[in-house]
């Protein structure tokens, strides 16, 4: 399957890898950024050296109308999206439970469930039989750290992955009788600049497979996903974890 792709956090990491990788297997690609427009341009170039179409649109995905306007500037600037992949996240801050504020913990609650499920909506809306749509596919990054728990420092985080999880198999309960897959992808550690300073160097070693991995690997499942190869793949939450 190929059509036109939204990616949240398409800017950078493995929402950026998603990008090339998609343009490779025939997608154009809709990039979305928070706050580096040079960045989001970058992966716009990138792709469109592929020989596809692409474009990048500035939203911050915890405020709804941004959401909106994000899909109808897809819709009329390259089209209706066939494809989502919520990308966007954020890990921080890193602390525990007891000593993170309010305003800090809604904030990354908005951004990494509630912006996931108000970007899930605008593509059923478009994607879903129900509404007249022709189907599509909905990829979600989880974590491993929603199985792990993350104590000392992310358990909030895990918790927001956690709930992407139960998310992600409800959804695909609610919409696979409109010809919409809704499945996630759930990486271990991986060096990307989510990550803080000297942990990917810290962590490495002590893996199973005693290195971290790269944004790439964790692409190349997101793409595998939304092929036709995965047609029958949908509720499921594949862990690219080296075994962790």
Request: aromatic content about 4%; some cysteine; hydrophobic content about 40%.
């Amino acid at each position: 399957m190929s059509g036109i792709l939204m990616i949240t956090g398409g800017g950078r990491g493995i929402g950026a890898e998603t990008a090339l990788k998609a343009a490779d297997a025939g997608w154009d690609v809709c990039v979305n950024y928070q706050g580096n427009a040079g960045r989001a341009e970058e992966v716009v170039s990138d792709v469109m050296a592929r020989g596809q179409r692409a474009i990048a649109v500035q939203a911050d995905i915890s405020v709804e109308a941004d959401v909106i306007r994000l899909f109808e500037t897809c819709d009329a600037k390259l089209g209706v999206p066939t494809g989502l992949v919520n990308s966007a996240g954020i890990l921080g801050p890193l602390t525990r439970i007891d000593e993170i504020g309010g305003d800090d913990l809604t904030r990354h609650m908005m951004i990494n469930v509630v912006g996931s499920m108000l970007c899930a909506r605008e593509a059923v809306l478009r994607m879903s039989t129900r509404h007249g749509g022709d189907g599509g596919v909905i990829v979600n990054l989880s974590s491993r750290t929603s199985d792990l728990g993350g104590a000392g420092a992310s358990v909030h985080y895990g918790a927001s992955k956690g709930a992407i999880n139960s998310f992600t198999f409800g959804l695909a309960q609610e919409v696979a009788a409109e010809g919409v897959r809704v499945c996630a992808v759930s990486p271990g550690v991986i060096d990307t600049e989510i990550q803080p300073q000297g942990r990917v160097d810290a962590v490495g070693p002590t893996l199973p497979m005693q290195r971290v991995g790269k944004p790439g690997e964790v692409a190349n499942a997101v793409v595998w996903l939304l092929s036709e190869e995965a047609s029958y793949v949908s509720g499921s939450v594949l862990n690219v974890s080296g075994a962790r």
